[in-house]
């Protein structure tokens, strides 16, 4: 039951990523919801379900949006590990800690989206992008997954709970 639930919230991720917050953003900052799903699952299911949870929903929206294949996989399925480094530990349950986790793999991201474009020909200045842009995206980013985790965690671990007592359940 709560693969359905991380479905869902992987199809809302990218909802709010391709549409809600392409349209609606202030000077062109916003958060990378999906950065911030995948940093709270991670922290919600571990770190081998995150990196695969990561790196499945970063091929998907990579196929639907991007001109590299993989890039944004490697970001999400990092991410996604990154989150999974808290599981089960006992300072997890604050949300500070996926909300700087998530801050700071946006921040990474960012930082590699800059390296491929370069890598490609493209030219910017870096510093004018760093402040007007990769800070600002990450720290939003950061608080979008504050969000994010309050509302994901009581609906998983309850979910959780319940699948494996029925799988022990039927053990016994």
Same mark, same amino acid.
């Given at each position: ?11 809302? &991720? ?9 349209? /609606? ?11 911030? !799903?995948?940093?709270? !699952? %991670? ?10 949870? %990561?790196? !499945? ?14 890039? %944004? ?7 996604? =590990?990154? &989150?999974?480094?808290?599981? #089960? $530990? ?17 921040? =990474? #991201? ?9 890598? !490609?020909?493209?030219?910017?200045? /870096? ?25 994901? #965690? ?7 709970? $319940?699948?494996?007592?029925?799988? =022990?359940? %039927?053990?016994?």
């Amino acid at each position: 039951m709560y693969r359905i639930s991380v479905a869902i919230s992987i199809l809302f &991720g990218i909802y709010l990523d391709s549409f809600l917050f392409a349209r /609606f953003n202030i000077l062109d900052i916003r958060p990378d919801a999906m950065m911030a !799903l995948m940093v709270s !699952l %991670g922290v919600l299911l571990g770190q081998r379900e995150g990196l695969f949870i %990561g790196l !499945l929903s970063g091929l998907l929206t990579d196929l639907l949006y991007s001109r590299i294949i993989g890039l %944004g996989a490697i970001a999400y399925m990092l991410a996604g =590990a990154a &989150g999974g480094i808290f599981y #089960k $530990k006992f300072y997890a349950d604050n949300i500070v800690i996926p909300a700087v986790t998530a801050a700071l793999c946006s921040f =990474a #991201k960012e930082h590699l989206m800059a390296l491929s474009v370069l890598l !490609l020909g493209g030219r910017f200045r /870096f510093f004018e992008m760093f402040f007007t842009y990769m800070l600002p995206c990450a720290l939003v980013t950061g608080a979008f997954c504050a969000l994010i985790h309050l509302a994901l #965690k009581p609906v998983l671990q309850r979910q959780i709970r $319940k699948h494996y007592e029925r799988n =022990a359940g %039927g053990i016994r």
